[in-house]
C-alpha cells in the first residue's frame, strides 16, 4: 500500500486543491447559477462518455440499493 501511494503521490492532488473547486462552486458569484455540471479547476467540463452511460448508471445504482438495502 505504502509503494502504491509513493508512487501515485506526483500525478494527485493536495487535499486544498481537491477541495478548491467545490469551495469556488458555494461561494462564487459567477458560479451561482449553475447547477447540475461538472467542474475542474473551477471551469466547466464536458464529462466523458462513460459518465454519460445511463445503462451503466442504472447497474451502479442497483448494484449500490443492493449494498444498502436491508435483507428481505
Do not use: C, I
Not at 5 to 17: G, H
Not at 19 to 29: G, I, K, R, Y
Amino acid at each position: 500500500m505504502r509503494v502504491g501511494m509513493a508512487l501515485s503521490r506526483p500525478f494527485a492532488r493536495s487535499a486544498r486543491k481537491g477541495a478548491e473547486t467545490l469551495v469556488w462552486l458555494v461561494d462564487s458569484e459567477a458560479a451561482g447559477n449553475v447547477s447540475g455540471g461538472y467542474f475542474f479547476d473551477m471551469r466547466p467540463v464536458t464529462p466523458s462518455p462513460a459518465a454519460m452511460d445511463r445503462e451503466a448508471a442504472l447497474r451502479l445504482w442497483e448494484a449500490s440499493e443492493a449494498q444498502v438495502s436491508p435483507p428481505a
